[in-house]
């Protein structure tokens, strides 16, 4: 059975982006990080999706902030682990902290186990579930706002380079301006060229 996975099973080698994409998939969720389920509710769902009815999903807050509210919704998947005999321990101190390296582990070990529960293809509308869950009808409308402003912050960086390119051009126009106008000052500052030399041997020829 899969509550018996050990750390070399094939389950923990399963990477980020393919287990993101089965909680979307699965809850129809918006999740960018695996660290942002660290409150617990998403873990409650995964298994009400596997055992539809086992897990009360009204006590399942999905607006958990507090290490506190994040306890209460691990207390509730204590429960059903002991409902169904489930052997795995579950590393609260360290789930709610959000650790990356932690919280992808357990969704490893999760995911192993909801698939070896019917091949994990069960009939299942996770929006009606939430429903009467605290915060559960906001959840899937949620984005990720993190990766969101990262790519808006990644979209609007190269703006300040035109901004410094056209400073660059305009000071070197203005240089090569004032360079043109500092050699027409020059040029006006010289003393007009001598006279032809035809004009001097007219006014020779006059003195004789």
Not at 168 to 173: A, D, H, M, V
Request: glycine content about 8%.
């Amino acid at each position: 059975m899969a509550t018996k996975i050990g750390m070399m099973d094939a389950a923990y080698f399963v990477g980020r982006s393919e287990i993101l994409a089965w909680i979307n998939s699965t809850l129809q969720l918006n999740l960018s990080k695996v660290e942002e389920a660290c409150s617990g509710a998403v873990h409650c769902q995964l298994l009400d999706a596997v055992h539809p009815g086992m897990v009360p999903m009204h006590k399942v807050n999905f607006d958990a902030k507090s290490e506190y509210e994040m306890i209460q919704n691990y207390k509730v998947l204590q429960d059903v682990f002991n409902k169904l005999k489930i052997t795995k321990h579950i590393e609260v101190s360290k789930l709610v902290k959000g650790r990356p390296l932690d919280n992808l582990e357990f969704m490893q070990w999760l995911k192993r186990y909801c698939d070896s529960v019917n091949g994990g293809l069960v009939s299942y509308n996770p929006i009606e579930r939430r429903e009467g869950s605290k915060g559960g009808k906001e959840a899937g409308k949620k984005g990720p706002p993190a990766h969101t402003s990262a790519k808006g912050g990644a979209a609007a960086a190269p703006r300040p380079q035109s901004h410094h390119g056209g400073a660059r051009r305009n000071e070197l126009s203005s240089s090569v301006n004032s360079s043109s106008s500092s050699t027409l000052s020059v040029k006006a500052s010289r003393p007009p060229p001598p006279a032809p030399a035809y004009e001097e041997q007219v006014i020779t020829k006059k003195k004789k």
